[in-house]
């Protein structure tokens, strides 16, 4: 009986530390849906190799490692990293006088840093891009007002 207990003890331990991998790991969550996972693998593609028809440049020009390490521009300032912007946006930007999502951001960074023509809002590309940004904030507490990190 008190083996049994034991045994069950076991189990119980066993799929708590499943459960616990399955939350902690990076990118698991969006594993359970295959047709998000595909976006987020094209957001990584286009943000290491698409130049919207711009000036030769990808986001990976600045932002490094995908993104999840602090970036670089043309000039050699430093900038921080993409890691938690999913989760600190909306902002207000004091440049446009307005608040910004995530996408137009995206979109600036197309249209200013890579000189292309970004995707129109609702596309594809500009989905899977942010897709992707929001994967590398995965388990990140949304800080509204927030700072780049
Ligand atoms: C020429 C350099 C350059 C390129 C290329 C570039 N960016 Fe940026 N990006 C910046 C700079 C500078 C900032 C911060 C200032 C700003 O708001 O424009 C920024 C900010 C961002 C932010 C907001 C980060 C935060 O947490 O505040 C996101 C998201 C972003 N870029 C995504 C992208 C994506 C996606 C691409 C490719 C489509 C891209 N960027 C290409 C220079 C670049």
């Avoid at 530390?17 to 902690?24: F, H, Q, R, T």
């Avoid at 490094?64 to 207000?92: C, D, E, Q, Y």
């Avoid at 023509?117 to 509204?144: D, F, R, V």
């Amino acid at each position: 009986m008190k083996t049994v207990s034991k045994n069950i003890h076991a189990v119980h331990t066993l799929l708590a530390g499943l459960a616990l991998a399955v939350l902690i790991a990076p990118g698991v969550a969006s594993a359970a849906d295959p047709q998000l996972e595909k976006a987020i693998e094209q957001g990584r593609e286009l943000f290491s190799h698409a130049t919207f028809d711009g000036n030769g440049h990808v986001c990976e020009s600045c932002h490094l490692a995908g993104g999840a390490s602090p970036g670089k521009l043309p000039n050699g300032k430093a900038i921080p990293s993409l890691a938690n912007a999913a989760a600190i946006f909306p902002r207000f930007r004091a440049k446009d006088n307005k608040v910004i999502v995530l996408a137009d951001q995206v979109r600036s960074c197309i249209a200013g840093g890579l000189g292309g023509n970004p995707p129109a809002y609702g596309s594809e590309q500009l989905n899977s891009i942010i897709s992707y940004l929001t994967s590398l904030s995965e388990g990140k507490p949304i800080e509204m007002g927030g700072q780049p990190r």
